[in-house]
């Protein structure tokens, strides 16, 4: 895919991040780079001045009151970013380190941070060069891990991957023929500050969430028009009744997939059950919800959330303390993310499970080819109610977790960066959810919807689906039919295809 780069001159949404994380490259236009520059200019003053500043001449954390005397400010600088590069667990896939990189990147180009214009440019090179620094995705509460694990390559330390092979941080850099950075007065704490792994995450899970509630349109038709549902449930003036312009977009959607049926044109059940009649309300829903969260990232985008900032002039310089980096709101809108994307993989799966149910779906018993011999979809219906399961466990707020760290100095934590990854787990979850019920409606109508009767928008789909999954017979590893469903749902679904 093409993306065409964004500049920093002015700050990224969430969907410019989003493209940044899937290849997109960014550049640093000349009012950015004065920004940047004029903020250096003040921690210069700063540190000449001897004026005492959080971060700048001074520990960090509980150890707010501890001098530090110029001669060890890039000490301290480099100290911070070994001390910080704390994470554990599995490294983050490399479109969530290029988010991360991104949303710090912007944080900087505000002008407010006091980094040098080279630090941003290093950063931006990574992303350039596509090297991925090694990054794991546990261990924080909240921001300043990650962004650690980066900052280590980036001074020539740690490890990147450039096109999948694991390098040094200085052999990275010198295959790309970069050079370390020494890091200065106030760049080390800069680096690692901020809310942006939980912005540059969020604008990952918002962009694949988005996805995936267009692709849930796509696979619902698909199912609908398989059981024979009711499309009079759809009929925009009902809809209209409800003022939701989620409600509204699903409906268009779901009656443009469904529009030319002719297997729907006999009357059907006067109400359908609420898996399917409610379609729209959730899908819906969801949409909304989803709408509101794109509002707040691209709030956090265009906001500073470093600390301290620079204000002032060099004549008269002041470095602000404040607690932007805590992000709560963000916090707080990436776990309705995550509630309401589960949603989108709880109403799936009951989809899924009419589609299988023999009590129910007027088809042949789980979908089998030769029921009693074979079982068909019964036990794949079992991994969708299992990973509903999950999401219903990993849907419990991050941001009420609570937690005391540094000494009693940093006692309130809303864990932004923990709503992030397990939006992302969840938005897995869905599109594995929805794989599965794309090969099952796809089986489904194998066995109950004459090709002429198919809508000409579902005829398609069937048709892209069985040019990637051929129809199941039990002569194969279902988990395979599974995963290429997912694959197909990532992608992206269109009434085009």
């Known amino acids: 895919m093409t993306h065409l780069p964004h500049s920093l001159d002015r700050p990224l949404d969430a969907a410019a991040l989003a493209a940044v994380a899937g290849g997109a490259q960014l ?43 110029p001669a060890l400010q890039r000490r301290l600088s480099r100290q911070l970013i070994m001390s910080h590069a704390c994470g554990v667990g599995p490294l983050l896939p490399a479109p969530e380190v290029r988010a991360i990189i991104a949303a710090q990147a912007n944080n900087h180009a505000h002008g407010y941070s006091g980094v040098r214009v080279a630090v941003v440019e290093a950063l931006l090179a990574l992303l350039h060069h596509d090297i991925v620094p090694d990054v794991p995705e546990g261990g924080s509460v909240g921001y300043l891990t990650h962004m650690a694990h980066i900052t280590l390559v980036l001074i020539g330390e740690g ?7 694991r390098l040094t941080g200085a052999e990275a850099l010198a295959r790309a023929g970069l050079s370390p950075l020494v890091l ?57 009744l409800h003022r939701s312009t989620g409600i509204a977009a699903s409906t268009a959607a779901l009656n443009g997939w469904l529009a030319g049926s002719a297997h729907l044109a006999a009357p059907g059940r006067l109400q359908d059950p609420l898996s399917l009649r409610a379609i729209p309300h959730v899908h819906g829903a969801v949409r909304d919800a989803l709408a509101h969260v794109g509002a707040i990232i691209d709030t956090e985008l265009a906001s500073v959330t470093d600390n301290p900032v620079v204000l002032g002039t060099p004549d008269a ?14 916090a707080m809108a990436l776990d309705s993310l995550g509630v309401a994307v589960a949603h989108l993989g709880m109403i799936a799966e009951r989809r899924l499970d009419r589609l299988v149910n023999p009590l129910v779906s007027g088809l042949p018993p ?31 707020p991050a941001s009420l977790d609570g937690g005391i760290t540094s000494g009693l ?7 932004p960066t923990a709503a992030a990854r397990k939006a992302l787990t969840i938005v897995a979850n869905v599109e594995a959810i929805l794989g599965i019920e794309l090969a099952a409606a796809a089986q489904a109508h194998d066995a109950a919807v004459p090709p002429a009767a198919r809508a000409p928008a579902t005829a398609r789909l069937h048709a892209h689906v069985r040019a990637q999954i051929p129809a199941y017979a039990d002569d194969r590893a279902m988990q395979g039919v599974m995963e290429s469903g997912a694959d197909l749902v990532r992608a992206g679904l269109s009434r085009d295809q």
Do not use: W
């Not at 920004?35 to 200019?41: K, S, T």
């Not at 310089?317 to 963000?330: D, I």
């Not at 979908?367 to 011999?373: E, T």
């Not at 068909?376 to 849907?395: C, D, H």
């Open 27 to 69: 550049t640093l236009g000349e009012s950015a780079r004065a920004r940047i520059a004029a903020a250096h200019a003040l921690v210069r003053a700063i540190v000449a001045g001897g004026v005492p500043a959080y971060g700048i001449n001074t520990g960090v954390g509980a150890l707010f009151d501890r001098a530090v005397e």
């Open 159 to 165: 490890h990147a991957r450039i096109g999948g092979e």
């Open 184 to 240: 200065e007065a106030k760049e080390g704490l800069s680096l690692i500050n901020g809310a942006p792994c939980a912005t540059g995450l969020g604008a990952v899970a918002l962009a694949r969430a988005r996805r995936a509630v267009a692709a849930a349109d796509a696979v619902a038709s698909l199912s609908f028009e398989a059981l024979g549902g009711n499309p009079a449930a759809f009929d925009p003036a009902l809809m209209a």
């Open 317 to 330: 310089p002041r470095a602000g303390s404040e607690a932007h980096a805590v992000a709560a709101g963000l």
């Open 366 to 396: 789980f979908l089998a080819d030769q029921a009693g011999v074979s079982s068909g979809f019964m036990i794949a219906q079992y991994s969708a109610a299992a990973l509903v399961g999950e999401n219903r466990r990993l849907a419990a």
């Open 409 to 415: 100095q940093e006692d309130y934590l809303s864990h």
